[in-house]
T-cell receptor, first 113, second 114 residues
Framework: GNSVTQMEGPVTLSEEAFLTINCTYTATGYPSLFWYVQYPGEGLQLLLKATKADDKGSNKGFEATYRKETTSFHLEKGSVQVSDSAVYFCALRENTGFQKLVFGTGTRLLVSP | ETGVTQTPRHLVMGMTNKKSLKCEQH?????MYWYKQSAKKPLELMFVYSLEERVENNSVPSRFSPECPNSSHLFLHLHTLQPEDSALYLC?????????????FGSGTRLTVV
């Protein structure tokens, strides 16, 4: 079945450091890919998405590129802030059946001043 | 304000109690979802409703009973729960079966079963 694999956390960085959170997927066909962010005590918020190969999603300084050849959608940010501390979820939307979202386990990011 | 409102935010219940979780959206979406989020586990999709019809039930125990009276409201009725059911329960909605714009999530209900 379809699945999403994320790097284990927590990822601990100092403010202004470069961030990469790895995400790879297994899917039939060509799914759409998403990154969601969950701040403490909140639900999930859509951060960015990409719907086809080589698309780059971006928002709030975060970027991710849909790489079909490596089945990856790694999340990057050039300079993190303390306020970026949260849990980040990679997800794919199936393109068959009900086309529901399939999530990874989430990666916790901790940014210190 | 995310557009999807869940109540209550926190709930503590005994194993013999009956309670209900409520989810409400006024985004004009026609699909709604219940997810369970437990520590160190992937988000688990529990139920999917499309146009008020349940289209998916992922082998959820019968002690969880969903209800979707209209496209704006979704309930999760709980009875005789177990301690391992303690988790964050998230409601989400989307427009269309394919959720082209992604899902909009509520803030969740933190459930503790004692």
């Amino acid at each position: 079945g379809n699945s999403v694999t994320q790097m284990e956390g927590p990822v601990t960085l100092s403010e202004e450091a470069f961030l990469t959170i790895n995400c790879t997927y297994t899917a039939t066909g060509y799914p759409s890919l998403f990154w969601y962010v969950q701040y403490p005590g909140e639900g999930l918020q859509l951060l960015l998405k990409a719907t086809k190969a080589d698309d780059k999603g971006s928002n709030k300084g975060f970027e991710a590129t849909y790489r079909k050849e490596t089945t990856s959608f790694h999340l990057e940010k050039g300079s993190v802030q303390v306020s970026d501390s949260a849990v980040y979820f990679c997800a794919l939307r199936e393109n068959t059946g009900f086309q529901k979202l399939v999530f990874g386990t989430g990666t916790r990011l901790l940014v210190s001043p | 304000e995310t557009g999807v409102t869940q109540t209550p935010r926190h709930l503590v219940m005994g194993m013999t109690n009956k309670k209900s979780l409520k989810c409400e959206q006024h985004l004009g979406h026609n699909a709604m979802y219940w997810y369970k989020q437990s520590a160190k586990k992937p988000l688990e999709l529990m139920f999917v409703y499309s146009l008020e019809e349940r289209v998916e039930n992922n082998s959820v125990p019968s002690r969880f009973s969903p209800e979707c009276p209209n496209s704006s409201h979704l309930f999760l009725h709980l009875h005789t729960l177990q301690p391992e059911d303690s988790a964050l329960y998230l409601c989400a909605s989307s427009q269309g079966r394919e959720g082209a714009g992604g899902y909009t999530f509520g803030s969740g209900t933190r459930l503790t079963v004692v």
